[in-house]
């Protein structure tokens, strides 16, 4: 059984994105997923900090034209000149993307380091990264990726033989764009159901692999989007929406009337059973997915204006109850998730009267409260996940933000704690009932993701797969720190640096977080971070408000209405590190992706003088049209709309787009989005740019890089990373006045 997860809470996100094997049972959609030069009037080189630049000559924008466009909200008028860049197949659009780029990569091909920062960075980047593996049958499945492909390979193995190749996404293109986005065996491993993403889109096609011949059978299904693909003996069900229609941006237009669908075998997909759908409400996802058993359906269900998920159930074994559904959960609220089945009972992770999450045991012949009955009850800390595997329920739970993962029986009798080699993160611990060891991913700062081998019987891990990185963990040095928030709140943040820096108060910082949709940032290791350690500088993540850290009561502190405690939540964190001798302004970089990208063009509106440089990544930075694009909609309950009067007011007061202040002078700012971004659809970075240049009144450089066949994040390729982080870097060092040494 896959780890249950609080779900639809990762579907609200849809934003920081991680690729996944799928390889546990009932793969569920993830959300999760996150990407992460003074500008000189004559072009002579500049100085800071007594360090010599050496920067392009001064920035010449391409014109943006202003339309007289204008919406209306409770007798408030807004203006919105940029309205034409939202229509992203019009010749004009291109037209100002090809010119943007030009403008963007002609500066960055500038600086005089960029190309030693990519060789590096493709040095470091390449090594043999392992994904968690699983049990199929006599088979242990596994992803590898040799070092620098553009997509991980999905191998299986047959005991101590040599690894065969099951599928390769580095042919599914030329160019190495489409990914595997998700994959899921049948239950007599005799299939493989797998989906594709091409470009960084979120739109899956699914195809199926006869794993005895190795052959595809002939049906394909399209237009997959948010969805499991959860087996039962004749097929699976999936869900989807109905083709666009003609005319209509697939990769723009609203996303309405989700459906649950039974795909049988060897049929076409035109003749799949349509199993749910509500054509009385537009709005919300319908996912199902069944018992490792298969002998429970369940059905989730969001409104599109509530944070949770309705959950409901049917006993496919049962004649009388296999065609009806018995609600187990009502309310749209809370997150609900089945983690499995005992004894004709379901076990459900909630936070239903449990904002730091329980799990239940519900029998849907009499679902009522009153007959439930608590199997781990809500603790200190929150519940992350749960995994139903070996006849045992492993959970993990977040202190302060970091892993502790603890076995119980199917009863919730606690058994032991896993001990994990240090403070970090912790993931996977999938698999069957009958399994006897699982596998997990352990990961942290400085610590490369490694991959253990846990037996359930002795409580032991042993190292499955380790990597060989050019990093050596014990050079450098993680600690926590809590801050206080603008209102006193106590706010942790991680610090990562070389062991030894100097804390000069000038030290190259960069600072990350994101701050929504309940999404909590764990330890991890990154790559492209270890590049910024090397050479000095100073790694800070902070868990902001509005994440899931600390459950339901941390998240709602950074919901609406209470949005502005993330941005002040996001300050405070630059300002303890200036005021500890970390940085300054003239070396601070703040950045986000996503709901991330919304937090660094808030603050930069809201602190213009905070940083040198910012970095919004894929942001949501018009907030009173987000709703009307793809799933967008979706973030209503995170954010509010514009739609309603009280939150109209609340949104205008912070959203990117409209609080841009001619003359004013800005950060070097590097935003960055991608042609096939259809989760937050890159028009609210087109408009922002557009907006940002035209108001910016000081010498730093306000550009837009846009990716072509790129997405919000998941699934991008091995080439568009290193290519993309290599700007980043050389925009963040360049702006800064430091040169790196680069070893």
């Known amino acids: 059984m896959k780890a249950a997860i609080p779900l639809f809470a990762a579907l609200a996100a849809l934003a920081a994105c991680r690729a996944t094997t799928g390889l546990d049972r009932n793969t569920l959609p ?108 006599q088979d242990l499945v596994f992803s590898k990726n040799d070092g620098l492909q553009n997509q991980a390979v999905l191998y299986r193995q047959r005991g101590p033989g040599e690894p065969q190749v099951l599928l390769d996404p580095n042919k599914f293109s030329a160019d190495g764009t489409t990914a595997l986005a998700s994959t899921e065996f049948s239950n007599d491993h005799r299939y493989l159901a797998y989906a594709t993403s091409s470009g960084g889109s979120d739109w899956n ?44 941006n697939d990769l723009a237009g609203m996303n309405e009337y989700h459906k649950v669908y039974f795909h049988q075998l060897n049929t076409p997909q035109s003749a799949d059973r349509l199993v749910y759908e509500n054509p009385k409400m537009p709005l919300g996802f319908r996912i199902a997915s069944a018992t490792e058993d298969e002998r429970f359906l369940s059905l989730y269900l969001t409104d599109g204006k509530s944070d949770g998920n309705r959950l409901q159930v049917r006993d496919l074994t049962d004649p009388k109850q296999a065609a009806t559904w018995t609600t187990l959960i009502a309310s749209y609220e809370f997150n609900n998730t089945v983690v499995g089945n005992v004894g004709g ?245 703040i950045a986000g992706g996503s709901n991330g990208g919304l937090l660094v063009g808030a603050t930069m509106n809201q602190r213009p003088d905070l940083c040198r440089v910012a970095l919004p990544a894929v942001g949501v930075m018009d907030m009173l049209r987000y709703q009307k694009f793809t799933i967008g909609w979706n973030w209503a309950p995170e954010y509010g709309t514009s739609d309603n009067p009280a939150q109209f007011q609340n949104l205008l007061a912070f959203s990117p787009l409209h609080n841009l202040r001619p003359g004013t002078s800005y950060p070097a700012t590097l935003i960055t989005t991608a042609d096939h971004d259809d989760r937050v659809v890159p028009a609210h970075s087109f408009k922002f740019a557009a907006a940002l240049q035209a108001a910016n009144d000081g010498p730093n450089p306000t550009l837009i890089r846009v990716d072509v066949n790129a997405g919000h994040g998941a699934g991008k390729s091995t080439k568009l990373q290193i290519d993309e982080w290599a700007d980043v870097w050389s925009f963040c060092y360049a702006n800064m006045g430091v040169t790196p040494t680069l070893q």
């Open 345 to 589: 009972e379901v076990l459900v992770h909630t936070n239903y009267k449990a904002p730091r999450y329980r799990v239940v045991r519900i029998d849907p012949k009499k679902p009522q409260e009153a007959n439930w009955h608590d199997v781990l009850p809500e603790g200190p800390n929150k519940l992350e996940s749960v995994s139903q595997v070996g006849g045992h329920l492993i959970a993990d739970y977040l202190h302060d933000a970091s892993s502790q993962v603890k076995v119980y029986s199917e009863l919730g009798q606690f058994q032991h704690e896993v001990q994990l080699p240090a403070i970090g993160t912790a993931s996977g611990f999938g698999g069957r009932r009958t399994d006897k060891v699982v596998y997990y991913a352990f990961t942290s700062f400085t610590y490369p993701t490694t991959i253990y081998k846990y037996d359930l019987a002795t409580n032991t891990s042993t190292v499955f797969r380790a990597p060989k990185v050019d990093v050596n963990p014990q050079d450098y040095v993680t600690t926590q720190v809590f801050y206080p928030s603008k209102d006193g709140t106590k706010i942790p943040m991680f610090i990562v640096h070389r062991k030894g820096v100097a804390l000069t108060g000038k030290n190259p910082t960069y600072l990350y977080a994101y701050g929504g949709f309940n999404v909590s940032l764990t330890p991890g290791f990154s790559v492209a971070r270890l590049l910024w350690l090397e050479n000095g500088g100073v790694l800070a993540i902070p868990n902001l408000r509005g994440g899931g850290e600390y459950g339901e009561a941390w998240h709602q502190a950074g919901m609406t209405p209470h949005k502005q405690n993330v941005f002040d939540d996001f300050i405070a964190a630059a300002e303890y590190l200036k005021d500890n001798k970390y940085t300054d302004y003239d070396h601070l970089a």
């Open 30 to 137: 993830s959300k999760r997923a996150l990407t992460e030069m003074t500008s000189p009037e004559k072009g002579e080189p500049s100085r800071l900090d007594g360090l010599a630049l050496i920067v392009p000559p001064p920035v010449k924008y391409p014109a943006t034209r202003k339309a007289d466009v204008a919406d209306t909200y409770f007798g408030t008028v807004v203006p919105d000149p940029y309205r034409w860049l939202e229509d992203l197949d019009s010749p004009e659009t291109k037209a100002w993307v090809t010119a943007q780029n030009e403008v963007t990569f002609a500066y960055l091909s500038q600086i005089p380091f960029r190309d030693k920062i990519r060789e590096r960075l493709t040095k470091i980047w390449n090594y043999e990264r392992y994904g968690v593996p699983g049990q199929v049958g």
């Open 205 to 248: 096609k699914v195809r199926i692999l006869d794993l005895t011949t190795n052959q595809l059978l002939p049906e394909e299904l399209s237009w997959v989007k948010v969805s499991s693909t959860s087996w039962t003996k004749k097929g699976f069900y999936y869900s989807r929406y109905d083709a666009p229609k003609a005319g209509e």
